[in-house]
């Protein structure tokens, strides 16, 4: 179920199994609810940079999609208008894990914000922060 112009987390699901850029990074849809989520992107070898960190894109992809899907959960149908990405400190970690939230959602638009953590020996450390506007389609 969705509330009343959102999608469900039923219909995300079946979004993020039709992304194949979300699949490539192994994309996983943590918590659900109506204007808000949590996902998570598991740390490999191949999604980390030259010193080891994981990738900057990597955790804009989370900031992006998690911005995205918790407007979605509100109001239907998004895409991302723009988005800004503070990284904070190195990602490092067995895996990210990002909390995205709507901060407000209008006719046209919703603005939101995400925040992504590197969790390390069960430890959780905020890596980067970011703000995005999404637009309904």
């Known amino acids: 179920m969705s509330d009343s ?10 979004a993020l199994a039709h992304s194949t ?3 490539l990074l192994g994309a996983e849809l943590l918590d659900f609810a109506p204007g808000r989520v949590s996902l998570q992107v598991r740390s490999r070898r191949d999604l980390c940079q030259h010193h080891g960190y994981m990738h900057g894109a990597v955790v804009g992809f989370m900031v992006d999609s998690g911005c995205a ?3 979605a959960s509100m109001v239907g149908d998004v895409v991302t208008s723009e988005y800004k990405l503070n990284l904070l400190a190195p990602a490092v970690g067995e895996r990210l894990i990002c909390r995205a ?3 407000k959602a209008g006719q046209r638009q919703a603005v939101c914000r995400a925040d992504v953590f590197a969790e390390k020996d ?3 450390k905020l890596v980067a922060t970011g703000l995005a506007t999404i637009a309904r389609v």
């Open 5 to 14: 112009n959102g999608i469900s987390r039923e219909r995300l699901e079946q």
């Open 21 to 23: 850029f979300a699949q």
């Open 69 to 71: 899907w918790a407007a």
């Open 101 to 103: 939230e709507v901060l």
């Open 122 to 124: 069960g430890q959780e």
